[in-house]
């Protein structure tokens, strides 16, 4: 199996963290590109895109998937972006859906959207 490009930390973090008892913590993600570097072009809707599967490949690289998610917070720049925003998010993170917070924040230049999520291991 292929691995996916991760995105690379930009501080002193961790993508991923698990814990004993089951669950993994994966540190909030832009729609930064991993071979890149830089922050995906587009609007609202692309960057959603790009978080959600930077998300996806971090928790892929711990046996996890977005099934996985139980809980998720995302940080928009403007909460204007939320509808397009949401209808994104229920397209690509299936159902049930995680508990979810969402937030307007001042976030890194150039980014619309940042997201961070909460998944468990299966028992």
Do not use: C, H
């Not at 609007?43 to 099934?67: F, V």
């Not at 204007?80 to 690509?92: I, P």
Request: aromatic share 6%.
């Amino acid at each position: 199996m292929i691995q996916p490009a991760l995105p690379r930390p930009a501080g002193a973090y961790s993508l991923l963290w698990s814990v004993p008892g089951g669950l993994a913590f994966v540190a909030g993600q832009t729609a930064t590109d991993p071979t890149t570097g830089l922050i995906s072009e587009g609007g609202i809707r692309e960057q959603t895109r790009q978080a959600l599967s930077n998300i996806a490949a971090i928790l892929a690289s711990g046996g996890l998937d977005l099934s996985n998610v139980v809980k998720v917070s995302v940080f928009l720049a403007d909460l204007r972006d939320f509808q397009a925003m949401n209808e994104e998010y229920a397209a690509l993170v299936p159902e049930p859906y995680p508990a979810r917070t969402t937030v307007q924040a001042g976030l890194a230049p150039g980014a619309l959207i940042e997201i961070d999520a909460v998944a468990a291991r299966p028992a």
